[in-house]
Nanobody, 114 residues
Framework: QVQLVESGGGLVQPGGSLRLSCTASGRSLSSAPVGWSRQAPGNERESVARINLYGIGIYADSVKGRFTISRDDVKNVMYLQMNRLKPEDTGVYYC????????WGQGTQVTVSA
């Protein structure tokens, strides 16, 4: 069984940057699809970025060119570098591992506000 712990969230001004981390234990992040989703208040959880089994990053249109997903297979950590943040990026960000049966972290809050 895998445990996932997110960190790196916080309050940032529009145009700023944050880097989220997802530390995994129990299972390797490289042996399954992994990614990040977010949920804003009153909205459903939406996919932000993911790494497929071929190691290719796939992004939602709303974050393309601003967010970068990466993975350190030695440390078993996944990252989400978020640049040029916008107020609409505000939400709780969750990392996950798996496809049909997914394991989720507890989430980290990202607030983009002046």
């Amino acid at each position: 069984q895998v445990q996932l712990v997110e960190s790196g969230g916080g309050l940032v001004q529009p145009g700023g940057s944050l880097r989220l981390s997802c530390t995994a234990s129990g299972r390797s992040l490289s042996s399954a699809p992994v990614g990040w989703s977010r949920q804003a208040p009153g909205n459903e959880r939406e996919s932000v970025a993911r790494i497929n089994l071929y190691g290719i990053g796939i992004y939602a249109d709303s974050v393309k060119g601003r967010f970068t997903i990466s993975r350190d297979d030695v440390k078993n950590v996944m990252y989400l570098q978020m640049n040029r943040l916008k107020p609409e990026d505000t939400g709780v960000y969750y990392c996950y591992r798996g496809d049909i049966a997914r394991s989720w972290g507890q989430g980290t809050q990202v607030t983009v506000s002046a």
